[in-house]
C-alpha cells in the first residue's frame, strides 16, 4: 500500500523551503516578478498574518476570485497555514453566480481583481454587496450574506470604499506575533478542509467538494512523481488556479517537488509560447484545446520548444492526432494522460512516461498507486469483468470529504462502501489501463443504439483537415435523438458536409455517421476548458427540432 503523506500546506511549504531555499518557487513574466522558496516562505507567512489580523479564524471559507496572478499562489499556502479554507471563484461567473457561492459558501471574506474579460468583478461585488459603500473595511453587514466581513481588493485603484486593500492586509499583518502564528499553525489538521471547489454546475447549481490538506498535497506528489518533477523542473502554469488542475496538478505539484511555478494570467497561446523559450520550460500543463492551440499559432515555428519534456493532458479526451503532434512538434516526449474529477482531488489514473505510445494515445492509463478503481454496471452496481463497459468507480485516500451542506448529493456520489461514482462510462483492458468512453449523461440513444460521441470524435479527427471536433445528440421526433457534429477546421482550410460524410462513409458504421454538420471557430467552454456539450445541444436544437 502505497505511503499517504499526513501533513499540512505550511509544513509542506516549510520543509520545501529548508530543503530548497535558493530555488526558484514563482516566477511571473508578466511583471518581471521571480521569488526564490526561502522568498515565497517569507510572502506566504505575511499573507497569512494578514488575514489573522482581519479576523479569519481556523476553518473560516474565504472565497477568491482573480486569475492566475501570484496573490492567488500566497493565498492557496497562507490560507491553508492558518487553516482557513480557500473557496476558488470561477472567472467566468457573474453576479447572481458570485452571490450564489458566497451564500451557499457562507464566506467570511472575498477577495477579487479589478477586471478579468468582460466583467469588472469590483463593480459586481458592489452590485452584490451594495452595503460596501457605507461601512469601514472588515465592519461589512449584509443581510443577504450574513457571514461576509471582509472584501479585499487586488488592484491600482486608489479609493476602494468598504474593501482593504491587499496591502493593506499585509501591513496589518504586522500586528500578529509570531508565537500567535504558530500557536494558529499547530491548530492545524491534516484532515481539515483546505480547499472548496465549486463543480462546474453543468447541471443544476454548483456543488462545493471539500478536499482536505491530505487529499490535495497526495494528489499533487503523485501527479509530480508520475510526471518525474524535480528541483530542476519548471511547469508552466497556464490552466486556470481556481479549478484542480491548476492549483492541484500544477502548483501544489511544483512545491511539493521543489519546482518552479511559471505563471500565465490566463491561457494565450503567443504568451504560452514566449514563456517557454524565454523561461526554459520542462513540463507543460493543458487540456487539448489548448495544446492545439498553441501548435495552430502561426508563429509557432519561430520558437524553440526543445526545453519541454514532460506535461499532463487531461480535462477533456485528447485526441491521438494532438497526442502524437505534442510528442514530435512540441519535442515534449514524455507528455502522459491524467484522468479523474474534482472529488477526487483530482487525478485517479495516468499513463506512465515509459509506456508505449499506444497506450497513452488510447487509454488514460493505470491507476494511481494507493488508488483503487473499477468498472460497475450503472444499473446494478455489479462489477464487471475486463473489456466491459461501465460507470467508473473509485475509492481512496484522495476521495473527497463531501459537498458542503449538501448530504444528499454527497450520498448520490458517494455509495455506502465508500466508492465515488463519476459518472463517466469506460473500459479497463487486462494491464490495468483505464479507456473512457464517454459520460453517462452524454450517451446519444438513437433508434435504439446507444452510441459514444467520443468514438466518432476520435474517428474525425484523423481528418487531415479538422483541427477539433464535438458529436453531441439533439431531439427528433422518428428516432429520438440524431448526431450533430460541430467541426472546427484547422486555419486556411475550408471542407464541405459531403466531404467529411464521404470520408466516414464505409470507414464507421452508417448509424455513427452525423445528420447533422456545422462549421465554426469556437464552442461554449467553462472557465477550466472543459466542453460545455449542453450548451451545443441548446445552441442547436432549435434548428434541427424536427
Not at 295 to 313: N, P, Y
Not at 498 to 518: D, M, S, T, V
Request: hydrophobic fraction near 35%; include cysteine.
Amino acid at each position: 500500500m502505497e505511503q499517504f503523506r499526513e501533513i499540512t500546506m505550511g509544513e509542506l511549504l516549510r520543509e520545501t523551503a529548508s530543503l530548497y531555499p535558493g530555488n526558484e518557487a514563482l516566477v511571473y513574466p508578466a511583471t518581471s516578478l521571480r521569488q526564490t522558496y526561502s522568498e515565497f516562505l517569507d510572502t506566504c507567512t505575511d499573507v497569512a498574518k494578514g488575514f489573522m489580523a482581519i479576523g479569519v479564524n481556523k476553518g473560516d471559507h474565504i472565497s477568491v476570485w482573480t486569475t492566475n496572478i501570484p496573490e492567488w499562489t500566497y493565498m492557496q499556502f497562507g490560507l491553508g497555514m492558518i487553516g482557513a479554507v480557500l473557496v476558488t471563484v470561477n472567472t467566468n461567473y457573474k453576479s447572481s453566480e458570485l452571490d450564489y457561492i458566497l451564500r451557499q459558501s457562507d464566506s467570511t471574506t472575498l477577495v477579487l481583481i479589478e477586471a478579468y474579460r468582460d466583467t469588472n468583478f469590483y463593480e459586481t461585488a458592489r452590485t452584490v454587496i451594495p452595503e460596501l459603500d457605507h461601512v469601514r473595511p472588515g465592519e461589512l453587514k449584509c443581510p443577504n450574506l450574513p457571514f461576509l466581513k471582509n472584501v479585499v481588493y487586488i488592484g491600482s485603484r486608489n479609493e476602494t470604499p468598504g474593501m482593504f486593500t491587499f496591502s493593506d492586509l499585509i501591513k496589518l499583518g504586522r500586528s500578529v506575533s509570531d508565537v500567535q502564528f504558530e500557536e494558529r499553525q499547530r491548530s492545524v489538521h491534516f484532515h481539515d478542509v483546505v480547499n472548496m471547489q465549486y463543480t462546474s454546475g453543468t447541471t443544476g447549481f454548483p456543488k462545493g467538494v471539500m478536499l482536505t490538506h491530505y487529499n490535495v498535497i497526495n494528489n499533487a506528489r503523485m501527479v509530480g512523481d508520475v510526471m518525474g518533477m524535480t528541483p530542476k523542473d519548471k511547469l508552466l502554469i497556464q490552466v486556470p488556479l481556481f479549478h484542480c488542475f491548476g492549483c492541484v496538478m500544477s502548483s501544489l505539484n511544483c512545491v511539493y517537488h521543489g519546482s518552479t511555478m511559471v505563471i500565465v494570467e490566463y491561457f494565450d497561446p503567443l504568451k504560452a509560447l514566449q514563456y517557454i523559450q524565454q523561461e526554459q520550460c520542462t513540463a507543460i500543463n493543458g487540456v487539448p484545446t489548448m495544446f492545439i492551440t498553441i501548435m495552430d499559432h502561426q508563429d509557432f515555428g519561430k520558437f524553440d520548444m526543445r526545453s519541454l519534456r514532460t506535461g499532463i493532458m487531461a480535462g477533456a479526451p485528447c485526441p491521438v492526432e494532438a497526442m502524437n503532434n505534442v510528442r514530435e512538434k512540441m519535442h515534449c516526449p514524455e507528455v502522459v494522460i491524467a484522468f479523474g474529477q474534482t472529488e477526487s482531488s483530482p487525478v485517479m489514473t495516468m499513463t506512465r512516461r515509459d509506456d508505449p505510445v499506444d497506450v497513452r494515445v488510447s487509454t488514460v492509463g493505470r491507476l494511481l498507486p494507493g488508488i483503487e478503481g473499477k468498472i460497475v454496471d450503472p444499473a446494478t452496481g455489479e462489477d464487471l469483468g475486463p473489456d466491459t463497459q461501465g460507470e467508473i468507480v473509485t475509492k481512496s485516500p484522495c476521495v473527497m470529504k463531501g459537498y458542503y451542506k449538501m448530504p444528499e448529493d454527497t450520498k448520490k456520489a458517494i455509495d455506502s462502501g465508500g466508492w465515488l461514482h463519476t459518472g463517466d462510462l469506460g473500459t479497463i483492458d487486462n494491464r490495468g489501463n483505464f479507456k473512457v468512453t464517454g459520460r453517462i449523461k452524454e450517451m446519444v440513444i438513437r433508434g435504439g443504439e446507444n452510441i459514444y460521441p467520443r468514438e466518432i470524435e476520435e474517428f474525425l479527427h484523423k481528418h487531415p483537415k479538422i483541427s477539433d471536433v464535438y458529436v453531441v445528440g439533439v431531439p427528433d421526433k422518428k428516432y429520438g435523438e440524431q448526431l450533430l457534429s460541430v467541426v472546427i477546421l484547422k486555419p486556411g482550410e475550408t471542407t464541405t458536409e459531403e466531404e467529411l460524410i464521404e470520408f466516414c462513409n464505409g470507414r464507421i458504421a452508417r448509424h455513427k455517421i452525423p445528420k447533422y454538420w456545422e462549421f465554426t471557430r469556437e464552442v461554449p467552454m467553462t472557465a477550466s476548458g472543459k466542453v460545455q456539450k449542453y450548451k451545443i445541444v441548446e445552441q442547436f436544437s432549435a434548428k434541427y427540432a424536427s
